[in-house]
């Protein structure tokens, strides 16, 4: 097909394929678009008539999409996003009157420790904007951003969609809390024979640490799993109980002055808090202003700076 083709497809088309491709279910693209069912699946026959291919194959309850469906997606979400890019606006963004709608997805570490101070810039400067926080991930959030649920996500991450973005924010060391005196760092021998407490969205009872200790040959004893950082300084408090937590969360979890923090006994892992957004709108100016911010108030360049 030549450009000069293009005249005869209606982009509508192409979204609702890609909605499809994600949702693998009429229904769900239904929700997703605000259209209903039959208008959905006629649009699906007219993209098995462009296409001369079936495109999906119902499997039980999903759709399942034909080899030449992935081969068209493969080749269609850059376009799409480029195409966006294109045709967003160039206007100057105005926090100060913007009713603007950003949907961030956020880690719990971030949301507890560092999204007050972001937030309370935010409603400084946009008072009018709305923030809709969504729970994430390195799990969530590429699917989070390929979906288009968020725009831009701040976490720990490692697979990212192709056409996504990212940019380290700072370097974290975890350190060590706990609720008794901690005049005295705990010696490795100590720390892996105190119980511990261990945050972990999906109730894992192992994490970065236990890989660590694993190749010092080391094991710990994880008594606790919670889902989030913020039921920490409560439950920590009056017990024997310690934690491995990433270093920026340790502010907030210290201020009571019921819990303190001291280095690991061993030299343990770092890992990058990274930002990462939709390429179809890296040059839409709302985006660029709110990433500006989050760098800003959740970014840490001298983190970057290797300790001596």
């Known amino acids: 097909m030549n450009r000069t083709d293009l005249r005869r497809v209606d982009f509508h088309l192409l979204i609702v394929f890609e909605t499809l491709m994600h949702e693998r279910s009429v229904t769900r693209a239904a929700e997703k678009l605000f259209l209903g069912q039959p208008a959905i699946s006629a649009a699906l026959s007219r993209l098995r008539t462009l296409f001369d291919d079936p495109l999906f194959i119902r499997a039980g309850r999903h759709m399942e999409p034909t080899a030449r469906a992935e081969e068209i997606f493969k080749h269609l979400a850059p376009a799409l996003d480029s195409i966006a890019n294109a045709l967003s606006t160039t206007s100057e963004f105005d926090p100060a009157t913007s009713d603007a709608v950003f949907r961030i997805g956020i880690s719990d570490d971030v ?10 810039q935010l409603r400084r400067e946009a008072p009018g904007v709305v923030l809709v926080i969504r729970r994430t991930n390195y799990l969530l959030m590429p699917e989070l951003l390929n979906a ?41 021998d100590e720390y892996c024979a105190r119980p511990h ?13 236990d890989d660590a200790l694993e190749t010092l040959g080391y094991t710990r004893r994880v008594v606790l799993a919670v889902p989030q950082f913020s039921a920490l300084g409560t439950l920590l408090a009056d017990t024997d109980l310690i934690a491995t937590v990433p270093d920026y969360v340790i502010e907030e979890l210290t201020t009571s002055g019921r819990l303190h923090a001291n280095a690991l006994p061993f030299t343990g892992p770092s890992f ?35 300790i001596n």
């Not at 056409?163 to 809390?177: D, E, F, H």
């Not at 808090?273 to 360049?301: H, K, T, V």
């Open 272 to 306: 990058d808090l990274s930002m990462a957004w939709r390429g179809a709108q890296d040059n839409d100016p709302a985006e660029r202003w709110l990433r500006a911010r989050i760098e800003e108030f959740i970014g840490d360049p001298q983190s970057f700076t290797p």
């Open 197 to 209: 407490a261990l945050v972990s969205f999906a109730g894992d009872l192992d994490g970065y640490v």
């Open 148 to 188: 288009g649920d968020i725009s831009v996500g701040v976490s720990y991450v490692v697979d990212l969609p192709a056409n996504a973005k990212c940019k380290p924010l700072r370097r974290s060391w975890p350190q060590v809390l706990r609720a008794d005196d901690a005049a005295a760092p705990l010696a490795i």
């Open 111 to 120: 949301e507890f420790a560092l999204l007050p101070a972001l937030l309370r």
